[in-house]
């Protein structure tokens, strides 16, 4: 199958979910999409303008003054986050932003917004998305649904050295206490939670190299080619 797929990535934080998403991407000249970094730069809005999230009429009225838009980095062509024109990729890793924005993605208009951006972006299909409700909501017809997980040490593992080339000071508890945290709330929430779609195939890459884990998954899209 040479027609065009959508692929949907869900699982833990730090699971390799955009790294794998990456990969995909680029081995099938796809385009890739961090849902993620939509409810970060959300918070991050959200923060800079003192926004109080609890308040419903308040939501409503700050994400009418947010625009968010995917925009290729010169150098690498990699896409990168914008907020109301402004490339926030660096910003919404920070810390401050990972300790509110499961608060404020599980908020229900914030849901709505960002689900609408997103389903927007795979009308023309050929995109790979990663986040937590991809599979269940954004697109429950993806062509292939995939829920990745991996053991907590390894993430934490992952996740503090990606964040400590960044700030020095960070502990791996911080790390550990945020990771919880996020999957506690993501998969409470009322409003979509984090789960694995019931057609979704389970990836636990705890052992596997990030290129076993690519040819895994070119795999499953080989057999979904030959289908067709
Ligand atoms: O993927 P990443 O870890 O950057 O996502 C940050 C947070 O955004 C998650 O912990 C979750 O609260 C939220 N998120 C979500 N739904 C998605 C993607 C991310 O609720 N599809």
Redesign the pocket.
């Known amino acids: 199958m040479k027609e065009k797929i959508i692929i949907a990535i869900?699982g833990w934080?730090?699971c390799g979910?955009?790294t794998l998403a990456k990969q995909l991407a680029k081995e099938l000249s796809y385009i890739y999409i961090?849902?993620?970094?939509?409810?970060?730069a959300v918070?991050l809005y959200f923060l800079r303008n003192h926004i109080d999230w609890t308040s419903v009429p308040e939501v409503k009225d700050a994400l009418k003054n947010i625009t968010l838009e995917f925009k290729p980095n010169h150098t690498n062509g990699e896409s990168e986050m914008y907020l109301n024109e402004e490339n926030v990729e660096y910003v919404?890793?920070d810390m401050v932003v990972?300790e509110k924005?499961?608060e404020?993605?599980?908020i229900e208009e914030v849901?709505t917004f960002?689900v609408a951006e997103?389903q927007k972006m795979g009308t023309a299909k050929g995109i790979v998305?990663?986040?937590?409700?991809?599979g269940t909501t954004?697109f429950p017809n993806a062509d292939l649904k995939i829920f990745m997980t991996a053991d907590i040490a390894v993430r934490v593992e992952r996740r503090f050295k990606e964040m400590y080339s960044k700030n020095p000071n960070i502990t791996v508890e911080e790390v550990k206490a945020n990771l919880e945290m996020?999957?506690y709330?993501?998969s409470h929430?009322s409003v979509?939670p984090?789960q694995k779609a019931s057609d979704a195939i389970e990836i636990n890459n705890t052992g596997l190299t990030p290129e076993e884990q690519l040819q895994l998954t070119l795999n499953y899209v080989k057999n979904l080619q030959k289908q067709a």
């Open positions: 869900d934080s730090s979910k955009s961090d849902s993620g970094a939509m409810y970060r918070t919404i890793r990972a924005v499961s404020v993605a599980a849901r960002a997103q998305m990663d986040g937590r409700d991809i954004v996020r999957d709330i993501d929430r979509s984090l």
